[in-house]
């Protein structure tokens, strides 16, 4: 389901995806319509991909150092678990404000922000990791400094390339976005491990690196206001009644809250996120404290990101011959089924294949269900919506790893506990795509005649 970093990019793609289908179809189907240019033709284009690249791989390389690093600071699984629901909660929590920045302000100017900020936190944690100065607790402030960082300022490289791909070809970028996306996942695990077993200061000096490309890279990007107009063609005028920040977002909450299979939606996607994440720290902290290999705990992550990949490829395929409806129920039935053997055995060679086996089936439901919600949005809500989305499925997730750690450390159950309470929240989520408005989405040709 939703989620952003390593647990979440298994299961959030960009919901802008649902609905580029719809624009290149648009685009192919125009016979005065011409020929395109490809994408990696325009400049703009090249330098935000540069940019968002950048920032995605070191989130990725933070996030699978900080439990890590968490483990090896407190000697603590509870307190590793806790550092990660910290990030998450709060990360997930702002995101809306986040969203709501981004339609606002400047997003070149938010991207440059989020670079130079990323650049100067990640530089402080691998000083005080290189001379032996961090601490748990200062490790923990820094955390919570790049939680907050990513949920204010990370919306808005989603929010900046509406205004620089146009619109016929918007659904190749989001294509090329979804491969790198499967990409990262795919490798990010393994050079992180990598990166972690050579020092455990590493990960973050490639982070620092790779958020002072992604400032040289914005800067390059066009001077545009949030609307995507160039400045200097731009009234200098202020806006004449735009609505307050408080107003708009409030109403992004109101309009999502109020459609009934987007809150079944966000009720399937928090429980099926606390088994998500619970399975991926569970799993990481238990290989962790046992004494696995970095580069091996990293491979965990490169066996689930090659399911993605392949689920991927046939996600387009399964969207539109199964209905999206069923597509979500028999992908929760085969998460649930994939997690019921770590409930029974610890050992690597399980985990490796029951974490791939349930990734499988994610690419094809985040296709038709985020399809579904975002392309029955209506277009000035998008970025309100998919953020108030993000944040009610994700925050029940990103609490997860602090309960997670606590399980670990239950004398006679640890990870079998962890896993039963994978397997139940799985379970849940499965019985709520049988009873609730999603299982009646149909195929994407019938989305139009359903009702939010």
Known sequence: MNT??????????SPADATSPVTADDAASSPTARRPHPLWRLPAYRRWFAAD????????LRTFAIPLLGLAL???PFVAGLLVTIESAIGLTLMSVGGALADRHDRRRLMILLGLTGTVLSAAVTVMLATGTMRATTFAVAVVLFAVMNGLLGPSNDAM???????????????????????????????????????????????????????????????????????DDSPSSPDVGKPSFLSQFVEGWRWTLTRRTVLAAIAQGAVMNVACYGSIIGVQ???????????????????????????????????EH????????????????????????DSYAAAVTCMAMASVLFPALNAGELGFIFGRT???????????????????????????????????????????????????????????????????????????
């Open 53 to 60: 690249t950048a920032d995605v791989v070191a989130v990725s």
């Open 161 to 231: 390339l509406k205004s620089l791909v146009p619109m016929d070809r918007f659904a190749k970028a989001q294509a090329i976005r979804e491969a790198r996306e499967s990409c990262v996942e795919l490798s990010g695990g393994a050079i992180g491990g990598l990166l972690y077993r050579i020092a455990g200061w590493m990960p973050f000096l490639a982070s620092a690196l790779l958020y002072l490309t992604s400032v040289f890279a914005s800067l390059a990007l066009p001077k545009r206001n949030g609307d995507g107009t160039d400045k």
């Open 4 to 13: 952003n970093d390593h647990p979440a990019r298994l299961h959030s793609p």
């Open 74 to 76: 407190s000697g603590s």
């Open 322 to 345: 199964v209905p999206t409806g069923r597509l979500i129920i028999l992908t929760f039935a085969v998460f649930t089924a994939a997690m019921l053997p770590l409930v029974f055995t």
């Open 285 to 319: 902290i238990m290989l962790a404290e046992r004494g696995t290999d970095a580069a091996l705990i990293g491979l965990v992550g490169t066996a689930t990101g090659v399911a993605a990949l392949i689920g991927s490829l046939a996600a387009g395929w399964l969207v």
């Open 378 to 452: 209506p277009d000035d809500m998008q970025g309100r919506v998919s953020t108030v989305f993000e944040t009610t499925v994700g925050v029940p997730g990103a609490l997860a790893p602090a309960l997670v750690g606590w399980l670990l450390q239950t004398p006679g159950f640890g990870f079998r506990a962890v896993m039963l309470l994978v397997v139940l929240c799985a379970a849940a989520g499965l019985l709520l795509a049988c009873l609730t408005p999603t299982r009646r989405i149909p195929l994407p040709p019938q989305w139009e005649q359903v009702e939010l």
